[in-house]
């Protein structure tokens, strides 16, 4: 028997095996996951596990949606989410074409600022950031979530970072055409950048979908509530819903599958290549 | 960057001064225009990033409550650190937490990456499959955690109930101050592993097969080439994936807030659980900051160490 070209020996079979097993394993609470949003709430802990629901309660992901506001949280997340990544994209790849390709006093040192902030956790200047916000009286606005999410010295370092690794003769030989460094930058950087540019996309779309502790800080009225902390309240509020809660947590989970899985071929090579942002 | 060319030797001299003059020009407009690609992040990096971190500095060294006046506190934050028993619990239970689930996430991580560096069938459905976890929204998936490790109806001990272990010995996972702490860094490595699977993927990618060739003519067999290969050939990566892993594991704060609350009692208490109690409970915003610093001091040094070790590279 041969599978993927190979004979299958001994070894190769310990490693599907085992593979498979690993496998199983990390998709298990997903499962638990799924086959618990289809059962009542009775049913959910009944050992041993019913892994097909023989009576599956669809009208858990009917009752969610009015029990809270889900598609709201969901326009909530899916907007800042929107908004941080283009302005994410636009001001690291702007900034990112200054350092790699352009000479200007002071460049080392306004470079060596976003380095020197590079490892530090947001939790050591969250407070601070906080009282700032609040001065500004963004405290409970999308707004500073966005403010505090757009600009990451993560993205000018990753974009800064594939652009030194473009030959400058194409900018040269651009300017001699007659462009301009905007022009340089749309025309020739931007088109050559797909795969930092989708990376970045990638990171920056999941850490704003799942971040926690930010919006907890900041949006404290429900009308504003991102998914995350939503589906908080929603546990806290119905915590012996367990069908329900099951329902909600796929339909959180949604939104990042389906991105995940059209973009996974550039994620897993952004993170094998760039592999920066822990 | 100058574009215009220096015009030649036997210019006449009020061209040349015209030159250097227009050229003085031309620096300031590129200047210009470097500084306006910057502004846009920058400004806001400058505002919402580099602004606080200075702020934070000044505020671990003042009283504030956030309302009233704020007044100068000098070492009485610092000095608090040692009296405040929670600090202490927080503390050493941050170096615990990331003292057991780096090594664990890095072992489980390079022995995925050594299984599916192997060309087999699927294996990209594979990959994708352990590396879900990491991208999956953290509140549904903690929910889920609390839900199969509950200990009085969830499966998990459901299972370890039925292979026959008595029932008064049945760890309490998240409600038990002795199992706490193993629930979340459970979850933390489930989580997080396919993550640095896939930069140690990289690293294997890396190692030249000539190698495992001149190995397999010495006679080695698959331990030793382990050994002697494929763990010295992956020394930079594995010493990236542990500072990556380190400073991860000194903020680590959603999942306990999901999973424990910092409990049983202080149990899983840990450094960012301390300072948001500190900061948005008590309102006590300079003790916070001080909390804060410390965290701050712990990721130095890190980063040093990792400096360095880059230097020598």
């Not at chain 1, 009208?59 to 506001?69: A, F």
């Not at chain 2, 990566?237 to 400073?247: A, D, E, G, K, N």
Request: net charge positive.
């Amino acid at each position: 028997m041969r599978i993927a070209g190979q004979k299958l020996t001994g070894k190769l079979a310990a490693i599907y095996a085992t593979v498979i097993l690993i496998t199983i394993v990390m998709l298990l609470p997903f499962a638990w996951m799924l086959s618990a949003s289809l059962k009542l709430s009775s049913e959910v802990f009944v050992f041993p596990i019913e892994w097909i629901p023989s009576n599956p309660q669809w009208s858990n992901y009917v009752d969610i949606w009015t029990k809270i506001p889900l598609a709201l949280f969901i326009y909530n997340t899916s907007k800042l989410t929107i908004i941080v990544t283009l302005m994410q994209l636009f001001t690291s790849s702007f900034a990112a074409y200054a350092f790699a390709k352009l000479h200007f006093p002071y460049k080392n040192a306004l470079f060596l600022g976003y380095i020197a902030t590079i490892a530090m956790p947001w939790q050591v200047y969250m407070v601070p950031q906080f009282l700032l916000m609040r001065e500004f009286g963004l405290n409970n606005t999308h707004l500073a979530l966005i403010c505090l999410q757009a600009f990451t010295a993560f993205g000018v370092f990753l974009m800064r970072q594939f652009y030194m690794s473009i030959p400058t003769e194409l900018c040269e030989a651009a300017r001699i055409d007659g462009m301009n460094e905007y022009q340089i930058w749309a025309k020739i950087m931007l088109p050559l950048s797909k795969p930092a540019l989708s990376t970045l996309t990638i990171f920056t779309f999941v850490t704003t979908w799942n971040d926690f502790l930010g919006p907890m800080i900041y949006l404290t009225k429900t009308e504003l509530k991102t998914i995350q902390i939503g589906l908080r309240m929603f546990i806290s509020q119905y915590s012996a819903e367990y069908g329900l809660i099951m329902a909600a947590s796929v339909v959180a989970l949604i939104p990042v599958l389906i991105v995940f899985l059209s973009l996974q071929r550039f994620f897993v090579e952004g993170v094998a290549s760039s592999g920066i942002k822990g | 960057m100058a574009h215009s060319t220096i015009a030649a030797g036997d210019t006449p001299v009020p061209a040349r001064r015209r030159k250097t003059v227009s050229k003085r020009r031309r620096r300031v407009q590129d200047a210009l225009v470097a500084y306006s690609f910057i502004a846009p992040n920058f400004l806001g990096f400058a505002v919402f990033t580099l602004g606080p971190i200075l702020f934070a500095f000044v505020l671990a060294f003042m009283h504030w409550d956030g309302s009233n006046a704020m007044s100068f506190a000098g070492l009485d934050n610092f000095w608090r650190l040692f009296e405040d028993k929670a600090f202490k619990d927080a503390f050493w239970n941050t170096i615990i937490y990331t003292v057991v689930s780096v090594p664990v996430t890095l072992a489980c991580a390079l022995g995925l990456a050594i299984l599916l560096n192997h060309k087999i069938l699927g294996r990209d459905f594979f990959r994708t499959a352990m590396f879900f976890p990491y991208v999956a929204s953290l509140v549904a998936v903690a929910v889920v955690w609390n839900m199969i490790f509950n200990p009085e109806m969830g499966p998990v001990n459901m299972i370890l109930y039925t292979l026959g272990l008595d029932p008064k010995n049945m760890p309490g996972w998240a409600a038990d101050r002795h199992w706490a702490m193993v629930t979340v860094i459970l979850f933390g490595v489930w989580k997080s592993m396919g993550y640095f699977m896939v930069i140690y993927l990289a690293g294997l990618q890396g190692i030249n097969s000539e190698l495992y060739e001149a190995a397999d003519l010495d006679g080695a067999n698959a331990w030793q080439k382990f050994l002697y290969v494929t763990v010295p050939q992956l020394g930079p990566t594995t010493f990236f994936v542990t500072v990556m892993l380190t400073i991860q594991s000194f903020k680590v704060f959603d999942q306990i807030y999901m999973i424990t609350q910092g409990g049983p009692g202080t149990s899983t208490l840990v450094l960012v659980y301390h300072i948001y109690n500190e900061a948005f409970i008590s309102w006590d915003l300079g003790y916070s900051s001080m909390i804060a610093l410390v965290l701050f001091f712990l990721v130095l040094a890190v980063t040093v160490v990792q400096f360095r070790r880059q230097k020598e590279d």
